[in-house]
């Protein structure tokens, strides 16, 4: 099946500095991906979607300075939480539209998840 | 505009006993509904997913579902819960045909109880 491999599953930064999030279709191509954010207990919150060769659309209140994402290929995305502050410590989770089926059905296949601290 | 509802964010059940959780979607078009499970720092598994095939869904680790358009419902059902069930459940809705984004519920929290 579909597989997202995200990395990496944790890390912890200091405040002011930058963190990548990467993830990875490993046996298909992925044209567009999805980036969520989850706080404790809560749901995913959509963060943006990003398509493969074009900028990436951002949900109403994510600040696209902070969060870039890059979908250079198709077979990779990536977040990157630039100036982290403790604030943005969260779970963050990417997602990939997987085509499947006589139906042309797209499902979504997820990454493990990627654990900010920031200190 | 798309939305799903899950009714009670907590539910504990017995080990053994009928698990049921409940989701309501709301959509101006035909949806496509999932389940998905989150263990702890982990992401999401898909458990069964409705495309307007069978009204009734079998997925994985036991887990069912039934679409019913009359009540805008998609109530996640499990007849013996088990230790290992005891996780998070997320609902979600997306659009037929157009690979629209996922629009998740608020997610439910399942206890199993010895």
């Known amino acids: 099946g579909a597989v997202v491999s995200q990395h990496p599953s944790w890390v912890i930064c200091k405040s002011g500095t930058s963190v990548k999030i990467e993830c990875r279709s490993l046996?298909?191509?992925?044209?567009?991906m999805f980036w969520y954010r989850q706080f404790p207990k809560q749901s995913l919150m959509l963060m943006a979607t990003?398509?493969?060769?074009?900028?990436?659309?951002?949900e109403q209140g994510v600040e696209k300075d902070k969060f870039l994402i890059n979908h250079a290929s198709l077979t990779l995305s990536t977040l990157t939480v630039t100036s982290a502050h403790p604030e943005d410590s969260s779970f963050y989770i990417c997602s990939a539209r997987v085509r499947q089926g006589l139906e042309n059905y797209e499902g979504y296949t997820f990454g493990s998840g990627t654990r900010l601290t920031v200190v | 505009a798309q939305s799903v509802t899950q009714l009670g964010s907590h539910v504990s059940v017995s080990e053994g006993a009928l698990v049921l959780l409940r989701c309501n979607y709301s959509s101006s078009v035909p949806p496509y509904l999932f389940w998905y499970v989150q263990y702890p720092n982990q992401g999401l598994q898909l458990l069964l997913k409705?495309?307007?095939?069978?009204?009734l869904v079998k997925g994985i680790n036991g887990f069912e579902a039934e679409f019913k358009k009359s009540e805008t419902s998609f109530h996640l059902t499990k007849p013996s819960a088990h230790m290992s069930d005891a996780a998070e459940y997320f609902c979600a809705v997306s659009h037929r045909g157009g690979g629209n984004k996922l629009t998740f519920g608020t997610g439910t929290q399942l206890k199993v109880e010895l």
């Open positions: 409705y495309t307007s095939a069978a009204t």
């Open positions: 990003s398509n493969e060769g074009s900028k990436a659309t951002y």
């Open positions: 046996d298909f191509q992925a044209t567009t």
